[in-house]
């Protein structure tokens, strides 16, 4: 009865475990990529790695680099970073050049220190790791690392993004956010920002909600009426992000939602149609830039994904992601990480949409266009079936972002 | 030398410890795997932190569903000391910071024990629950002690080793993590035989005769509850030696579920009930999550089956077998064991590719992996798969019925011939 | 004034909502001594029963529909899983109803998918009922108000009027004494469970287009509904109406009362800096933990009157 299943449990482990530890020939360019696939936040590693498994079949479709193809390898990380770091050394294990992780500042400071200390220990296996997603200013400033490349705008410039899309004609603004690390330094970069940009703007609430854990977001929307807020300024994520704005549209709250993540799997859905032309969200690619631009090749690209998949293709920006490691691993000559990490730094790509982008070579941060799209009827591709779709209502350029930071970067010996 | 007769299982085992990473040594690179060997560690930390659960829940009686709080603040302690001591202010050698967090983990289990072993049975558990909850909300927030969302990260390479080790390689840690498992282990298997454990067990057994007996119940909760905070403490420093970093997962609500299931499954109570219990979770957390994302759906189909069929865990099907073993008539079992397998392996194999299709179709598929065995493809829309496994699943669970019929009457008749040579205790 | 008000109805509603939830569960863990942990998953499954029910019926059948499909699962579990493993003990039937939530949960998101399924509130009621102070009151809430309303009438009366609800009653608290007066115990249980089941699919069908409906949602609600069941107390409905209440007023007016512990010791003269110890802990406002106190209030609750606040067992 029982020894049925313990063995067909241990022999699949077994087998993992054997995979884990087999040094197989490089005939890809192997990148591991590590997000929770399992869990409660599953539906973030899961549309991340559908999305990417598109990009890199066109990648490896237009020739790879160096005559070799991408490989994607995921591993679930169930939200812990002990899981993210297994995954880590699964894939020095296995010799692969590259670390791909997305959600979750605290597994990314994980994975960060721990490249940096096995790159150290391990001259001659070393490992690059490409943060899409995690956006803590602090990864690039305090804990900036040689090893680490991030594609995605951090809080600041993100917050930057928001504070200039703010029209004219909004003076009171209130800030919720979550109280952890992520919440914390989104609240304070836009408080910065809005002091240095739009100084007549007021700041009449502030708010730190546990993360998570209000389901009834009824007595917030109260206050911020009560405040005579204009426009809700927020970074919350998943549900805290979900039902906020319900509450809003429920209680028809005169405001304007301008979010991080709305746009993310699951957001469009449900806000609904209570959120037409409410909701406003800063995002890295918008599936309605490439015809309001008139950008045909772009726009086949991600078209052709949304008849494959019947899904958005909200992180079609990943594809820049992928055209940086290819130019940097041709430039380099080899799949050998610290001449591809050399390589990469200091690279400008005009990306798909036609925009200039660069990898800062002081952080290893990436600067590149960003658009605010808002949620309303009447565009060319809604999102998640609802009707309504993301219309971009202001595009930020890659200069107009180039923050300073404090980063202190060690350098290894130059190969 | 008699010491080593009469101990030689453990040194045994401690032998075969050592020598498994080396089954997956790369020779070419002369490296070891650092997969096998974080997840061996990984094994080690989980075990001793079962065991010090199993003090509570095996030997107490006390079920809590916060028992990764006293593990988490322990990593926590322990990861605290260890940049004191980088920056100067202390000193401690290496080998010691797992003694640091169990200190940590003693001193927040008499604190918080004491408002948690006020009541016990069902409110106790529900004041741990409670408690759960607050110190991993706590944990996010509050940013001087746990480092808010980032956690605290240590070097571990400290330089201040008593045997001058430097461990910057997985293997040392590894080397480490298997001594102190041992050094618990061995204590915690002590403790069950002192005073404190004997009337722990009392008061799990029979509450009010050990209230007559003159023992304060309320005393002996703290007293445990305080010894295991102790023994997880010691399980979250090595974890911070592992992974060098501490996050607000350590307190978190899953930790806890993740003893309360792998003492469980081994069989609570007993000594190496936990310890087979830990490595089947960690094994199915961190190795079958690897082959498939319905992992969490296997793990409730496991402790269901557990629950319904064999609720002394996975020792105690094994010692079941104890009586027959005495009476010299174990080899009478074989046969119908082997008549009993194919039909299980066929009822198994065909839930598992049933899940797996069903899993495949919803949410695979997108992810854009192709649904292989042995590297065939297999066509998921076609109904062939489907057929195929739903008749596994249903012949083979008939056939089994069958088959655990006529086991089950091997088995009595055993079990009857075993009390009849007085072989049963 | 304002701010008062309103937060009062959003505080009632959610508290109700809390109870339609946790009513069930009372019944459930009074009786059978059961601490369900799949309690929340037959919650989510209403919603989501409810929501394809509506794509093909309508909301209104699925109001009806629904929650008699939960209930039946619930009598399914209990006839054929909890009945089993109930001689081993109290654990055993909290591990197997963990082991079932790890199922639903993974079988909701391979038949729904990962991702919020659009399930909104039916257009008959979605308007404004009335404005209190420039604030909109949807109907939908006043909907949810009155069918959590006529839940706790319908439980009350088939409690105390009825003669299997006196019995349900009488083995609420002494299960031993009415099973040796002749009832047929294994029965009741089986109906309370599939009744206590049926309830929480009704509150997903309620609550689950109030809030956002997807596989993480058992998850979410969980623990609080235990809060509130322990709160009231065990064997006393009442109680669980009224711990309810208090939770939802509780966690609806801590977000409106900007005050800190530091502002409290201020009050005393005492001024708290950046370098007084436990600075960090003293300088937390009312709204940041609000969602927490519940957990708080637990933990005392718990520690020094076991009861609850109406039980009639000690816990």
């Known amino acids: ?415 | 030398m008699s010491m080593l007769r009469r101990h030689w299982p453990w040194l045994l085992v401690l032998v075969i410890l050592l020598a498994f990473p080396f089954l997956f040594y790369d020779w070419s690179k002369a490296r070891h795997s650092g997969f096998v060997l974080t997840l061996m560690s990984e094994i080690g930390v989980m075990a001793i932190f079962a065991l010090s659960y199993n003090m509570l829940m095996g030997q107490a009686g006390l079920l809590s569903f916060g028992h990764a709080v006293l593990f988490g603040m322990g990593a926590y302690c322990a990861a605290h000391v260890v940049n004191l001591v980088k920056s100067g202010t202390l000193w401690l050698p290496t080998e010691l910071v797992p003694l640091a967090g169990g200190l940590g983990g003693l001193f927040f289990g008499y604190v918080f024990g004491w408002l948690v072993t006020k009541q016990r049975a069902t409110a106790f558990a529900m004041i741990t629950m409670g408690l759960g909850e607050l110190v991993s909300a706590a944990a996010l927030m509050f940013m001087g002690f746990f480092g808010g969302e980032g956690g605290i990260n240590i070097d571990r390479v400290m330089d201040t080793s008593l045997l001058g080790v430097k461990y910057t390689s997985p293997w040392q840690v590894y080397c480490l993590v298997l001594v102190w498992a041992f050094i618990a282990a061995a204590l915690m298997r002590l403790q069950t035989q002192t005073p404190l454990g004997s009337i722990a067990n009392a008061t799990r057994d029979n509450f009010e005769r050990a209230q007559f007996v003159g023992y304060d119940p309320r005393m002996v909760r703290l007293m445990q509850f305080a010894l295991s905070g102790f023994f997880a403490g010691i399980g979250g420093g090595l974890y911070v030696l592992i992974y060098e970093i501490v996050t607000f997962d350590t307190v978190s609500a899953g930790k806890s579920a993740n003893a309360l299931l792998a003492v469980y499954i081994g069989g609570a109570g007993g000594f190496f009930g936990p310890i087979l219990g830990t490595i089947v979770v960690v094994l199915l957390q961190s190795g079958v999550s690897l082959l498939s994302n319905a992992w969490l759906l296997y793990v409730g189909v496991l402790f269901i089956v557990m629950v319904m069929y064999a609720p002394g865990g996975l020792i105690g099907l094994i010692f079941m077998h104890m009586p027959i073993w005495r009476a010299g008539r174990l080899r009478e079992l074989l046969l119908p064991y082997a008549r009993a397998f194919p039909p299980a392996l066929l009822v198994m194999l065909g839930f598992v590719l049933m899940v797996e299709l069903a899993s495949f179709t919803t949410i695979g598929a997108a992810q854009g992996k192709k649904f292989s065995i042995g590297g065939n493809i297999i066509d998921t829309t076609a109904p062939l798969p489907w057929v195929v496994a739903t008749a596994a699943l249903v012949l083979g669970a008939l056939w089994l019925r069958r088959e655990a019929h006529g086991f089950r009457e091997r088995w009595d008749e055993l079990i009857e011939g075993a009390r009849q040579q007085g072989a049963m205790s | 004034m304002e701010v008062f008000v309103v937060s009062l109805l959003n505080g009632l509603v959610y508290g109700m909502l809390l109870f339609m939830l946790a009513s069930g569960l009372t019944l459930i863990l009074s009786m059978m001594g059961v601490l369900n942990f799949a309690h929340a998953s037959a919650y989510m499954l209403g919603a989501y029963f409810a929501y394809t029910i509506s794509l093909y019926i309508g909301f209104w059948p699925a109001l009806i529909v629904a929650p008699l499909l939960c209930g039946l699962i619930g009598a399914g579990i209990e006839m054929w899983g909890l009945r089993q493993v109930h001689r081993n003990g109290h654990i055993a039937e909290l591990l197997f109803t963990f082991g079932l939530a790890l199922i639903i949960e993974k079988v909701v998101q391979m038949t729904w998918g990962l991702l919020p399924v659009p399930y909104r509130v039916p257009e008959l009621l979605d308007f404004p009922l009335f404005k209190v102070y420039g604030t909109q009151f949807p109907a939908y809430r006043a909907f949810m108000l009155a069918i959590s309303g006529l839940m706790f009438g319908a439980i009350w009366l088939g409690l105390t009027r009825t003669r299997v609800g006196l019995v349900i009653q009488a083995a609420l608290t002494h299960p031993d004494m009415a099973s040796a007066l002749g009832h047929n115990v294994p029965r009741i249980f089986t109906l309370v469970f599939a009744a206590g089941t049926a309830l929480a699919g009704l509150a997903g069908v309620i609550g689950g287009n109030y809030q956002v409906t997807e596989p993480a949602m058992a998850f979410t609600m969980g623990p609080i509904v235990f809060v509130v069941v322990v709160f009231g107390g065990l064997g006393s409905l009442t109680g669980c109406f009224i711990a309810s209440i208090l939770m939802g007023l509780i966690q609806t007016f801590a977000v409106v009362f900007d005050v800190s512990l530091a502002d409290l010791l201020a009050r005393f003269g005492f001024t708290v800096t950046s370098s007084t110890p436990f600075a960090e802990i003293l300088n937390v406002t009312l709204p940041r933990v609000g969602a927490l106190l519940p957990f708080l209030m637990l933990v005392l609750i718990l520690v020094f009157r076991p009861r609850g606040l109406m039980g009639t067992r000690d816990t």
């Open chain 1, 1 to 415: 009865m029982l020894q049925g299943k313990w063995l067909t449990a241990f022999s699949g482990i077994a087998l993992a475990i054997a995979c884990g530890g087999h040094a197989w020939a490089q005939a890809t360019i192997k990148v591991a990529y590590t997000d929770p696939l399992s869990g409660p936040f599953a539906q973030v590693g899961d549309a991340n790695l559908k999305q990417m498994q598109y990009i890199i079949d066109y990648i490896n479709a237009k020739g790879g680099a160096l005559g070799k193809k991408f490989e994607l390898v995921p591993f679930d990380n169930k939200s812990q970073p002990s899981d993210a770091l297994i995954a880590l050394k699964s894939a020095t294990d296995q010799n692969m050049p590259f670390i791909m992780q997305c959600s979750g500042s605290n597994i990314a400071a994980a994975l960060i220190d721990a490249t940096n200390k096995h790159n150290e220990r391990n001259p001659d296996n070393r490992i690059i790791y490409l943060n899409c997603g995690a956006v803590a200013t602090e990864l690039t400033n305090e804990q900036c690392s040689f090893w680490h490349f991030r594609f995605d705008l951090h809080v600041g410039m993100k917050a930057e993004v928001m504070v200039r899309a703010l029209p004219k004609e909004v003076t009171k603004v209130y800030l919720i956010n979550q109280d952890y690390l992520f919440g914390q330094s989104v609240q304070r970069e836009v408080k910065t920002y809005l002091a240095k940009l739009r100084p007549d703007v007021q700041v009449v609430g502030d708010e730190l909600i546990p993360l998570g854990k209000v389901k009834d977001f009824s007595p917030y929307v109260t206050k911020i009426k009560a405040a005579g807020a204009q426009a809700l300024l927020t970074g919350n994520w998943g549900p805290d992000m979900n039902l906020l704005i319900k509450a809003g549209v429920d209680a028809g709250a005169d405001l304007r939602y301008y979010t991080f993540y709305a746009h993310l799997a699951g957001g469009p859905t449900a806000i609904g149609v209570g959120g037409d032309n409410r909701v406003m969200a800063v995002m890295a690619f918008g599936e309605n830039v490439a015809p309001e631009i008139g950008n045909k090749e772009a726009e086949a690209f991600t078209q052709a994904f949304r008849e494959k998949n019947k899904f958005d293709f909200s992180a079609a920006g990943f594809r820049t992601i992928f055209e940086y490691l290819q130019a940097a691993v041709n430039k380099a000559g080899s799949v050998d990480p610290t001449k591809i990490a050399f390589a990469m730094e200091d690279l400008t790509i005009k990306d798909f949409l036609g925009f200039d982008t660069r990898m800062r070579k002081d952080d290893h941060q990436m600067i590149s266009e960003y658009f605010v799209g808002t949620f309303k009827k009447g565009v060319k591709y809604d999102a998640e079936g609802t009707g309504l779709g993301w219309a971009t209502s202001a595009t930020i350029q890659a200069k107009d972002v180039d923050q300073p930071n404090t980063c202190k970067m060690k350098r290894p010996g130059a190969v």
